[in-house]
């Protein structure tokens, strides 16, 4: 069964600074990678998910993330963070071909950028 | 506009009275889903349905019941609440399960 580490439950940044969130992923043949974003007292959004192709994804609010096969992971980056970037994040995994139907989700990173 | 709606939002109920949560979507959505959210434990998937009749369980599925008879619509039924089922509870519904999931805006339910 797939399974998802964020190895941060919570990052405290600066506003103006770089951010990284971690995440990992139980390995599997194929896999679909997903961060969605939880604003306070929201429900989640999704920010940006890999499928296939190019290893480097481009999401909303000018975040990105690496797949990277060979380390599992799936980081999420921001070079510039706002106040108003404050929220919960999750990444999510799927089996990419055939198994099991299930989104399994990380227990989630608390990201609290400050002025 | 593309939704998904639950309700209620917001429930108070006692031990053992049973409660149904309604999720519906207007995006024609082939599957669907519940999730409980606990702090945390991040979501955990209670059931997931990919078609009309297709359902099958998630990671959390005990004491939880779901039906699909209706491709919009996706309800969560506790036949006989308990405290540890107190949670944020989240609908939600994507065109398959690679594809963005669209989240209902959760439901928050206390039992006493």
């Known amino acids: 069964a797939q399974s998802v580490t964020q190895l941060d439950s919570q990052v405290p940044v600066f506003e103006e600074a770089p951010v990284e969130l971690r995440c990992n992923y139980s390995s599997s043949v194929s896999v679909y990678l997903f961060w969605y974003v939880q604003y306070p007292n929201q429900g989640l959004q999704l920010l940006l998910k890999y499928l296939s192709g190019s290893t480097l994804v481009k999401g909303i609010n000018g975040f990105e993330a690496e797949f990277n096969k060979s380390q599992t992971s799936f980081h999420l980056r921001k070079p510039s963070v706002h106040i108003s970037d404050t929220a919960e994040y999750f990444c999510a995994v799927s089996d990419g071909q055939g198994g099991s139907e299930k989104l399994v989700f990380g227990k989630g990173t608390k990201l609290t950028v400050n002025p | 506009e593309a939704q998904v709606t639950q309700n209620p939002r917001y429930l108070i109920t006692v031990t053992g009275k049973k409660l149904t949560v309604t999720c519906s979507q207007n995006m024609n959505h082939e599957y669907m889903s519940w999730y409980r959210q606990d702090p945390g434990l991040g979501l955990r998937q209670i059931y997931y349905?990919?078609?009309?009749?297709?359902?099958d369980k998630g990671d959390v599925p005990e004491g939880y019941k779901v039906s699909r008879k209706e491709k919009r619509n996706f309800p969560l039924i506790l036949e006989s609440p308990s405290p540890n089922q107190t949670s944020l509870y989240f609908c939600?519904?994507?065109?398959?399960?690679?594809?963005?999931?669209?989240f209902g805006p959760g439901t928050r339910l206390l039992v006493l």
């Open positions: 349905s990919m078609n009309v009749e297709v359902t």
């Open positions: 939600a519904s994507s065109g398959w399960r690679k594809e963005t999931q669209y």
